[in-house]
């Protein structure tokens, strides 16, 4: 799963008010179990949740997840 550079709705670690954003490229051909399996992932140790997904053709799908804007500073994790 590729860290996206933009997306038409979202900019790359974009904050809003009390939430801040992430959005993710998954490609087509990354199937759906192990796409979930790193969004959980994602969920579990960045505190992370989902706000969007979208599916393109080809399969390719952009996800936005958000998070409640904290002080303390978590650890990043990429694919």
């Known amino acids: 799963m590729a860290r996206s550079s933009t997306t038409a709705d979202v900019d ?3 904050a809003d008010g009390e939430w ?3 959005p993710i490229d998954i490609p087509g ?25 979208r599916l393109y053709p080809g399969g390719v799908r952009k996800v936005t997840l958000r998070r409640k804007r904290s002080t303390r500073m978590l650890p990043e994790i990429s694919f």
């Open 12 to 14: 790359p670690d974009a």
């Open 20 to 22: 801040e954003y992430r």
């Open 29 to 53: 051909d990354v199937s759906r179990v192990t796409a979930a399996v790193r969004l959980a992932i994602q969920a579990e140790f960045g505190g992370w949740e989902l706000s969007r997904v």
